[in-house]
């Protein structure tokens, strides 16, 4: 079955300090993963994706997420965190079911809150 | 740009009422897409529109639930006869395309509390 993890409930780490905020996946054939960030009261903000090519992908607000195919994993990264990231941070792979049908129906991780403290 | 919207924001219905939640994607955008997030979960896929065609709808929980984009613009999420079980978020997005690579914007979301 298709399916996303995100391990971890919550995140707290120190303004400054770098994050990490975990994903693994389980589809089959190559995924196309994505990550997303949720603040109160808005919609989910698209943050960077993995489709092919180098491992590292670099996305919005210093972002970074790493592509492990060994480990099936897409942690998503920042070398120093401000306080204005905390929020809720959703892991996404697209379902291969949408692929089939020549469309990008993606399948979330539960999701993980950061917190940043001052 | 204006980015997606959704209206109303919040709604709050009571059982068995009939509910219509409206959104307006990005402007030329051909892919739609109706996600259910329930509190402390990620989204769920509920339906898919390519233009005007509703090409998935796997993911509507019953047949309560009616989703419709009749000119490949604007789009309404119909629930009807409302149970508690629909209290949820109900986001919408759009894409550029229906192709993979492409990411999907989100609106805000439309709250709906059932009771």
């Known amino acids: 079955a298709q399916s996303v993890a995100q391990p971890e409930d919550q995140v707290n780490v120190a303004e400054g300090n770098p994050l990490t905020v975990k994903c693994t996946y389980s589809?089959?054939?190559?995924?196309?993963l994505f990550w997303y960030v949720q603040y109160p009261n808005r919609g989910l903000q698209f943050l960077l994706k993995?489709?092919?090519?180098?491992?590292l992908v670099k996305g919005s607000y210093g972002f970074e997420a790493e592509f492990n195919k060994s480990q099936t994993s897409f942690h998503l990264k920042k070398p120093s965190a401000l306080v204005s990231d905390s929020a809720l941070y959703f892991c996404?792979?697209?379902?291969?079911?949408?692929?089939?049908?020549?469309?990008?129906?993606?399948?979330f991780g539960a999701g993980t809150r950061l917190a940043v403290h001052p | 740009g204006a980015g997606v919207s959704q209206s109303p924001r919040y709604k709050v219905a009571k059982r068995g009422q009939d509910v219509a939640l409206r959104c307006d994607p990005i402007?030329?955008?051909?892919?739609l897409f109706w996600y259910q997030q329930a509190l402390g979960q990620g989204p769920e896929f509920l339906t898919y529109?390519?233009?005007?065609?509703?090409?998935?709808k796997s993911g509507l929980p019953s047949d309560r639930f009616f989703a419709e984009r009749p000119e490949g613009s604007v789009s309404t999420l119909k629930i009807q006869r409302t149970q508690q079980e629909d209290s949820a978020v109900y986001l919408c997005?759009?894409?550029?395309?229906?192709?993979?690579?492409?990411?999907?914007?989100f609106g805000p979301g439309t709250r709906l509390t059932v009771t």
């Open positions: 996404a792979v697209r379902d291969m079911l949408g692929v089939s049908g020549g469309y990008n129906k993606l399948i």
């Open positions: 997005a759009s894409s550029r395309t229906g192709q993979s690579s492409y990411e999907q914007y």
């Open positions: 589809v089959s054939g190559n995924p196309y």
């Open positions: 993995y489709i092919t090519g180098d491992n």
């Open positions: 529109f390519q233009n005007e065609a509703q090409l998935d």
């Open positions: 402007s030329g955008h051909v892919s």
